[in-house]
């Protein structure tokens, strides 16, 4: 399905429709350039779960767990991680099998090892600052 985000509030809103969707044990790869809005859209799928705490960029801390709503929601950022063995070393491969949600940005870095069905959203940015954000592998 594609999606065309014309503002913080569409992208957000995105977000919100996607956690309805969600059972628990999905891996998801948010794949976007550097401010593209991954992280607007990890605020809105956690409003949707209904997880109240802020939702921050995990670009320092690589994993960011929220909880408190309907279902855990695991935020990874491995853009400073080299690879795999970087990933394995930091312990982070339970969450590749989460009870509740695991976003993965920069997942690519670890495409080797992710389960065999995750779900994909794209998120592309036009000169315009539209966004055009493609959801693959998730029943909506």
């Keep these: 399905m594609v999606y ?12 919100m429709q996607i956690a309805k969707s969600l059972k628990g044990g999905e891996v ?4 976007a350039s550097l401010g593209a809005g991954k992280t607007v859209l990890a605020k809105g799928i956690a409003r949707g779960l209904g997880i109240e705490d802020e939702v921050i960029s995990p670009s320092f801390t ?3 767990s929220y909880e408190g709503g309907r279902l855990v929601l695991n935020h990874l950022d491995l853009y400073r ?7 394995e070393m930091i312990g982070a491969e339970e969450y590749l099998y989460p009870d509740g949600v695991t976003l993965i940005e920069w997942a690519d870095k670890i495409a080797e090892i992710l389960p065999p069905f995750i779900g994909r959203i794209t998120i592309t940015v036009a000169e315009n600052l539209e966004r055009t954000i493609t959801v693959e592998g998730l029943a909506l």
């Design 81 to 87: 991680l080299e690879g795999i063995e970087e990933f």
């Design 62 to 64: 690589l994993i960011q």
């Design 28 to 31: 998801i790869a948010l794949e």
């Design 4 to 15: 065309v985000s014309t503002s913080v509030q569409d992208t957000l809103d995105l977000g």
